[in-house]
């Protein structure tokens, strides 16, 4: 059974078609990347299963269950984790607030409001487990806003980590990274993995070849090809849309 | 020793503190009563501004809510204070639970000009039920009850011993919503200040947070009406008047709205200038309007973290300085 399945899924804006029928399934457990010149569609399909767009058509399921059409707050509910592409943190709030607000979402106590927030334990040190996990331990009082670009993508992947996702969106989780730093993601992802399902967008082949399990490539809304990487690679079609462009 | 003193330095026991000696070296007890009053209308005001962000027009609606559910409960119902201010107060968050409801689905500037023509809408409705409200005449035979608890009572009519009663509800509400905002709860409310976008990506239905946090604020907005109308023992239309709404606005970003507490400062301030200057001069308006945008240009910490400032430099501790990368 897949963990996730797109059906026909359409999204226009206006008269353009960004997401054109596009039908996947992703099994749970693998590491699957997206890739396509920009404009492909790639983000605008990520904020459809994560909520944040309604489709004009189609169907997502997840688990068997219809997710279209939720809210992003009820996908997020059921278990999809989203990373962004630019920094989508809580700014003037601490690296350990930051996460504690993520682990917090699924905790009865969030509807709490006479108690103190440290009264549950649990959620002080689940937050504290993935400060430590994102390797952030040591900025954990520090204001979000003052993280270098690194550390703020850190920040990002462990917000998302925080509740918990069995499927786990990224959206370019190295963009703007140092080659060195984008090394380390690359560990990072291969240690979430072990844990979660995750899709990924990315530009930088050499993650997307080394790291996936499968790849797929989008290229004006459709999706031209899905397949290991090395089958991709050697698409005809994918070579014209795509990686001809840029070798 | 060491315990004492940091007993000292939380604000809310300054506050207490600095509130129970006022009057006695302040002369004008009636004044300061209504610094308190206008104190906690604005910090009630500031669970949306500072902690939730957002910016609401509409609290003049739910602070004459509940100086007229007072006033109306008091003329004809000769109701018991204690149970008039906690029924004013409920109603004045099921305004704001009404209001919010709607309101809450916009955004930003749309979200202001909603809970601003709520307010005007209130405010003619109140004009037309001329039987209930007393219309433009204003609502009048308000008195101020005894405090009667079971076979016990107690007269307020005496400056002083209201002044102190004002004082136990404030010190009251002002514990409660520390209590609010210190809470997980609270915390959300400040991630949708922070990102509201965020916010509901990690699952939280921020709509239904955001309409919490105005009925809080409506509550204890509306529990400020209730006391000003037994202080003043009338109701007039003018309370509900959206230049009310404005002015909590200019209290709490004169104060800071970055604490719990700067907007009673604010508070404080504009109604002591009012009271000085509107004697001396009748364009003191123009004076509080300078102010208020050399505030905002300049000191948008407002009064509140100037304070914290002083403060932390004349208790200079030891401080872990994070250094911004």
């Given at each position: 059974?897949?963990?996730?399945?797109?059906?026909?899924?359409?999204?226009?804006?206006?008269?353009?078609?960004c997401?054109y029928?596009?039908?996947l399934?992703?099994e749970?457990g693998?590491?699957?990347?997206?890739?396509?010149?920009?404009?492909?569609?790639k983000t605008s399909?990520?904020n459809l299963?994560?909520?944040?767009?309604?489709?004009?058509?189609?169907?997502?399921?997840?688990?068997d269950?219809?997710i279209d059409g939720?809210?992003?707050?009820?996908v997020s509910?059921?278990?999809?984790?989203?990373s962004?592409?630019?920094?989508n943190?809580f700014?003037a709030?601490s690296?350990f607030?930051?996460?504690?607000?993520a682990v917090?979402?699924?905790?009865?106590?969030r509807?709490?409001?006479?108690?103190?927030i440290?009264a549950y334990?649990?959620?002080?040190e689940?937050?504290?487990?993935?400060?430590?996990?994102?390797?952030?331990s040591?900025?954990?009082?520090?204001?979000?806003?003052y993280?270098?670009h690194?550390?703020?993508?850190l920040l990002?992947?462990?917000?998302?980590?925080?509740?918990?996702p069995?499927?786990?969106?990224?959206d370019?989780?190295t963009?703007?990274?140092?080659?060195?730093?984008t090394?380390?993601?690359?560990?990072?992802?291969r240690k979430l993995?072990?844990?979660?399902t995750i899709i990924?967008?990315?530009?930088k082949m050499n993650i997307?070849?080394?790291?996936?399990?499968q790849?797929i490539?989008m290229?004006q809304?459709?999706?031209i090809?899905?397949g290991?990487?090395?089958?991709?690679?050697?698409d005809?079609?994918v070579?014209?849309?795509?990686?001809?462009g840029?070798? | 020793?060491?315990s004492?003193l940091?007993?000292?330095?939380?604000p809310?026991v300054?506050i207490?503190?600095?509130?129970i000696?006022?009057p006695f070296?302040?002369?004008?007890?009636?004044l300061?009563?209504?610094?308190?009053i206008?104190g906690?209308?604005?910090v009630?005001?500031n669970?949306m501004?500072g902690?939730t962000?957002?910016?609401?027009?509409g609290?003049?609606?739910?602070?004459?809510?509940?100086?007229?559910?007072m006033?109306?409960?008091?003329?004809?119902?000769?109701?018991?204070?204690?149970l008039?201010?906690l029924?004013?107060a409920?109603?004045a968050?099921?305004?704001?639970?009404?209001i919010?409801?709607?309101?809450?689905?916009?955004?930003?500037i749309y979200?202001?000009?909603?809970?601003?023509?709520?307010?005007?809408?209130f405010?003619?409705?109140?004009t037309?039920?001329?039987?209930?409200t007393?219309?433009?005449?204003?609502?009048?035979?308000?008195?101020?009850p005894?405090?009667?608890a079971g076979?016990?009572?107690?007269?307020?009519?005496e400056?002083?011993r209201?002044?102190f009663?004002?004082l136990?509800?404030?010190?009251?509400?002002?514990l409660?919503?520390?209590?609010?905002?210190?809470?997980?709860?609270g915390s959300?409310?400040?991630?949708?200040r922070?990102?509201?976008?965020r916010?509901?990506?990690?699952?939280?239905?921020?709509?239904?947070?955001?309409?919490?946090?105005?009925?809080?604020s409506g509550?204890?907005?509306?529990l400020?009406?209730a006391?000003f109308?037994?202080?003043?023992?009338?109701?007039s239309l003018s309370f509900?008047?959206?230049?009310?709404?404005?002015?909590?606005?200019?209290?709490?970003?004169?104060g800071g709205?970055g604490?719990?507490?700067?907007?009673?400062i604010g508070a404080?301030?504009?109604?002591?200038?009012?009271d000085i200057?509107?004697?001396m001069?009748e364009?003191?308006?123009?004076l509080?309007?300078i102010?208020?945008?050399?505030f905002?240009?300049?000191?948008?910490g407002?009064?509140?973290?100037?304070?914290?400032?002083?403060?932390?430099?004349?208790?200079?501790?030891?401080?872990k300085?994070?250094?911004?990368?």
């Amino acid at each position: 059974m897949a963990l996730l399945k797109t059906t026909k899924l359409l999204k226009y804006f206006g008269s353009l078609a960004c997401v054109y029928y596009v039908d996947l399934e992703f099994e749970e457990g693998r590491i699957y990347s997206i890739i396509g010149p920009n404009g492909a569609g790639k983000t605008s399909l990520l904020n459809l299963i994560s909520g944040h767009l309604a489709p004009s058509s189609g169907e997502i399921t997840f688990r068997d269950r219809k997710i279209d059409g939720l809210e992003s707050s009820q996908v997020s509910q059921l278990g999809i984790g989203r990373s962004f592409q630019l920094n989508n943190l809580f700014p003037a709030l601490s690296v350990f607030e930051n996460v504690r607000l993520a682990v917090q979402s699924r905790h009865p106590g969030r509807y709490n409001f006479f108690s103190n927030i440290g009264a549950y334990r649990e959620v002080n040190e689940k937050a504290d487990a993935i400060v430590d996990k994102i390797g952030l331990s040591p900025s954990s009082a520090k204001q979000a806003q003052y993280l270098s670009h690194g550390d703020k993508r850190l920040l990002e992947i462990g917000i998302a980590l925080a509740t918990d996702p069995a499927l786990l969106l990224m959206d370019e989780p190295t963009s703007g990274m140092a080659p060195e730093e984008t090394v380390m993601m690359l560990g990072f992802i291969r240690k979430l993995a072990l844990e979660h399902t995750i899709i990924f967008i990315e530009h930088k082949m050499n993650i997307v070849m080394s790291i996936s399990d499968q790849v797929i490539v989008m290229n004006q809304g459709r999706v031209i090809a899905t397949g290991t990487p090395a089958a991709v690679q050697a698409d005809p079609e994918v070579r014209r849309a795509y990686l001809g462009g840029i070798d | 020793m060491k315990s004492v003193l940091r007993f000292l330095k939380d604000p809310f026991v300054v506050i207490a503190m600095v509130s129970i000696v006022f009057p006695f070296v302040f002369p004008f007890t009636d004044l300061a009563t209504e610094m308190l009053i206008f104190g906690l209308l604005a910090v009630a005001f500031n669970l949306m501004l500072g902690y939730t962000g957002l910016l609401s027009f509409g609290h003049a609606a739910l602070f004459g809510t509940g100086a007229y559910t007072m006033g109306i409960l008091l003329v004809r119902f000769q109701v018991n204070i204690f149970l008039g201010m906690l029924a004013s107060a409920g109603m004045a968050a099921a305004i704001a639970l009404l209001i919010g409801w709607i309101s809450i689905r916009r955004h930003g500037i749309y979200f202001a000009m909603l809970t601003l023509a709520f307010n005007e809408v209130f405010y003619f409705t109140l004009t037309q039920f001329r039987d209930l409200t007393g219309g433009e005449d204003g609502l009048r035979g308000i008195y101020r009850p005894d405090l009667v608890a079971g076979p016990a009572s107690l007269s307020v009519q005496e400056p002083m011993r209201f002044y102190f009663f004002v004082l136990f509800i404030f010190l009251l509400s002002l514990l409660a919503m520390r209590r609010i905002t210190g809470s997980p709860m609270g915390s959300v409310f400040k991630a949708i200040r922070e990102n509201e976008n965020r916010a509901e990506s990690v699952g939280y239905k921020c709509r239904y947070y955001k309409i919490v946090a105005f009925v809080f604020s409506g509550f204890f907005a509306g529990l400020a009406g209730a006391l000003f109308c037994i202080y003043i023992k009338y109701v007039s239309l003018s309370f509900c008047h959206w230049s009310l709404s404005g002015e909590v606005i200019i209290m709490a970003l004169l104060g800071g709205i970055g604490s719990l507490y700067g907007p009673l400062i604010g508070a404080a301030l504009v109604t002591l200038m009012q009271d000085i200057l509107a004697g001396m001069w009748e364009r003191w308006l123009l004076l509080l309007g300078i102010i208020f945008i050399i505030f905002v240009m300049f000191f948008q910490g407002g009064v509140w973290s100037g304070i914290e400032a002083l403060s932390s430099r004349l208790f200079r501790k030891p401080e872990k300085k994070e250094i911004p990368a």
